[in-house]
């Protein structure tokens, strides 16, 4: 098992649509969760970061988080085309500090 | 500089070079990561420095990588004795405190291509 899995997709949107993405984790421990956007050729950025159980949200960016069931959502409301990237799940491990990302879920959001 | 300077930018190199990737982290900046990225994958965990602590080199995929840090300031990660499934995009990241409690920033990465 993958230490952080996502669905690789792609996902296809229509513009003005909910984006749904998820990711699952295997360390029970993990606390610290990312979400992080990379556009094609281009290095990943930060969008969201949750700690807590529950939503977080962030403009038109949800994040929600469920420790129970090991699992993290990013919703993307009202998506636009420049939504269109990868976004990649990020997952602080208990032991030590090492930020392990999942493969990315491709989105693309069609005008 | 403003940002996480990576140097060099591509590098095509033959099978069987020793090759080095530079990494200058953001001033101020404690934590260094190593990524790896083959095209249209995820990012592949290297290794991690924080502060004077030991590193964390449980992602080096063999004896022939190799990274240091000097000064707590710019890294550089060795790949000895290059093999065609090396090629990928190395990126660096710092960050200004441990991980959980900061976003990381990423530089444009260094892109290998062994020959």
């Known amino acids: 098992q993958k230490e952080v899995e996502q669905n690789s997709g792609p996902l296809s949107v229509p513009e003005g649509a909910i984006a749904s993405l998820n990711c699952t984790y295997s360390?029970?421990?993990?606390?610290?969760f990312f979400w992080y956007r990379q556009y094609s050729g281009k290095s990943p950025e930060l969008i969201m970061f949750?700690?807590?159980?529950g939503d977080k949200e962030d403009g038109r960016f949800t994040a929600q988080l469920n420790k129970a069931s090991q699992y993290v959502s990013l919703l993307i409301r009202d998506s636009q085309p420049s939504d269109s990237a990868t976004y990649l799940c990020?997952?602080?491990?208990?032991?030590?500090?090492?930020?392990?990302f999942g493969g990315g879920t491709r989105v693309l959001v069609k005008p | 500089g403003a940002g996480v300077s990576q140097s060099p930018s591509n590098k095509v190199t033959e099978k069987g070079k020793d090759v080095e990737l530079r990494c200058d982290p953001i001033?101020?900046?404690?934590?260094l990561y190593w990524y790896r990225q083959s095209l249209g994958q995820g990012l592949e965990f290297l290794i991690y420095?924080?502060?004077?602590?030991?590193?964390?080199k449980s992602g080096l995929p063999s004896d022939r990588f190799s990274a240091e840090r000097t000064g707590g300031s710019v890294s550089t990660l060795t790949i000895q004795r290059t093999q065609q499934e090396d090629s990928a995009v190395y990126l660096c990241?710092?960050?200004?405190?441990?991980?959980?409690?900061?976003?990381?920033?990423f530089g444009e990465g260094s892109r290998l291509t062994v020959l």
């Open positions: 990241a710092s960050s200004k405190d441990r991980p959980n409690t900061g976003e990381l920033f």
């Open positions: 360390d029970r421990g993990s606390q610290s």
């Open positions: 949750i700690y807590s159980n």
């Open positions: 990020a997952v602080v491990q208990a032991a030590g500090n090492k930020l392990t």
């Open positions: 001033s101020g900046h404690t934590a």
């Open positions: 420095f924080q502060g004077n602590s030991a590193p964390d």
